[in-house]
Every structure is written in structure tokens, then in C-alpha cells.
T-cell receptor, first 113, second 116 residues
Framework: EPEVTQTPSHQVTQMGQEVILRCVPI?????FYWYRQILGQKVEFLVS????????KSEIFDDQFSVERPDGSNFTLKIRSTKLEDSAMYFC???????????FGEGSRLTVL | GQQLNQSPQSMFIQEGEDVSMNCTSS?????WLWYKQEPGEGPVLLIA?????ELTSNGRLTAQFGITRKDSFLNISASIPSDVGIYFC????????????????FGKGTHLIIQP
């Protein structure tokens, strides 16, 4: 069964360091998303991406964040200079169409020390 | 931004019991969804609701889209050990199960624990 895969599963980094989280969406999907879940809290929308550009972003997605689809399969989230409050589980999701069901990856846990 | 209030925060039940959880919002959503998240995994869609008043079942799960479009409930009948997990409601302002470009708004989750 096709699935969204994310790497790394867990990354520990020092405050101020750059982090790149990687995602391989389901192969025929065209819409890509990043969500964040701080421990014990709700899942929050960060950004949506379609046709090689950002469609929408939330107020959480500030200038420290960027997304990229560097090739035909990967979708990355970069945090330029991590802060303590960036510690969270980051979920990548993809959908076949704008109206379609989201399929989530297993998440990448980021711990900022 | 839009907020979803989900309750209860956690439930401790005996195997075989029925479960009920709900979500309310101060604003209207055009699609309501219920997800389940198990440890170490991402949320998985259980039920999607597109029409006010709609009642939809998926096996032992039943969910309803409130008439006012501001609430939804999820019931699980005859709970079994594999029902353990965190259940999230989510809303979309579009008729989209993925939320469209704006994404989904999630509730804080209901943690279901089943005691042997």
C-alpha cells in the first residue's frame, strides 16, 4: 500500500542550527503539506504546496521556515535557525487532489536543546 | 484563527463499553473529519462528513455532522483493545476532506485508554 515516508524519525539539534526534514509523498499525489504537533497538543497546519509553490501558510510558518521540492519525489521542510519552541513532531501529508483525503507520514520528531 | 473544542480530553473505559466524544466550534466548518492516531504514527482518517445533519457509520464507528455545522460527535460501540489511541476531530472550511490549500483545523484530541 502506498504511503508517505519521512526521515529522520528523530533529530536532536542545538538551538540556532539549521534542520532539514525530508518527506517522500505518495507518488501520484500533487498536493503536499506540513503539519506540526507539539507534545500533548493538537496537530497544526503549517504550509500547503502545489505546482512547485506555496499555496497557503499559517502564521506559524514564519521566515525561519521554507519548503522545497528539489526533485520529483522529495518534499523538504527547512528550519533555518531552530528555537527551543520548534521542538515538536512534524508531519508531512499528501493528497491526490485539492479535495482529496490527506495521507500522513509517521512524523519526524525534532528536539531542540 | 478557527478553534475546535474537543472533549473529553481523555477517557478510561472497560473493554466492551461504548464511547462518545465530541467537537464544537464557534465558526462553521463545511467538512468534519475524525482521525485516529496511534503511538509513533501519523493521523489516519476514520470518517469524513460533508453534509449538515449527516450520520455516517464505519463498522463500529458512527459520526454525525451537526445541523448548525458547528459541531460533530463520534461514537464507538463495543470497544476493543485496538481502539486505544488518540482521536482527533478536524474541520475544513471547504467541502474538501483534505482541507484544500488552507489545510485542516484539528481539535486537541481525545485520548482513549481501555482498561482490561
Amino acid at each position: 500500500e502506498p504511503e508517505v515516508t519521512q526521515t529522520p524519525s528523530h533529530q536532536v539539534t542545538q538551538m540556532g542550527q539549521e534542520v532539514i526534514l525530508r518527506c517522500v509523498p505518495i507518488s501520484n499525489h500533487l498536493y503536499f503539506y506540513w503539519y506540526r504537533q507539539i507534545l500533548g497538543q493538537k496537530v497544526e497546519f503549517l504550509v500547503s504546496f502545489y505546482n512547485n509553490e506555496i499555496s497557503e501558510k499559517s502564521e506559524i510558518f514564519d521566515d525561519q521556515f521554507s519548503v522545497e521540492r528539489p526533485d520529483g519525489s522529495n518534499f523538504t521542510l527547512k528550519i533555518r535557525s531552530t528555537k527551543l519552541e520548534d521542538s515538536a513532531m512534524y508531519f508531512c501529508a499528501s493528497a491526490a487532489s485539492e479535495t482529496g483525503e490527506l495521507f500522513f507520514g509517521e512524523g519526524s520528531r525534532l528536539t531542540v536543546l | 484563527g478557527q478553534q475546535l473544542n474537543q472533549s473529553p480530553q481523555s477517557m478510561f473505559i472497560q473493554e466492551g463499553e461504548d464511547v462518545s466524544m465530541n467537537c464544537t466550534s464557534s465558526s462553521i466548518f463545511n467538512t468534519w473529519l475524525w482521525y485516529k492516531q496511534e503511538p509513533g504514527e501519523g493521523p489516519v482518517l476514520l470518517i469524513a462528513l460533508y453534509k449538515a445533519g449527516e450520520l455516517t457509520s464505519n463498522g463500529r464507528l458512527t459520526a454525525q455532522f451537526g445541523i448548525t455545522r458547528k459541531d460533530s460527535f463520534l461514537n464507538i460501540s463495543a470497544s476493543i483493545p485496538s481502539d486505544v489511541g488518540i482521536y482527533f476531530c478536524a474541520g475544513s472550511k471547504y467541502m474538501y476532506s483534505g482541507g484544500g490549500a488552507d489545510g485542516l483545523t484539528f481539535g486537541k484530541g481525545t485520548h482513549l485508554i481501555i482498561q482490561p
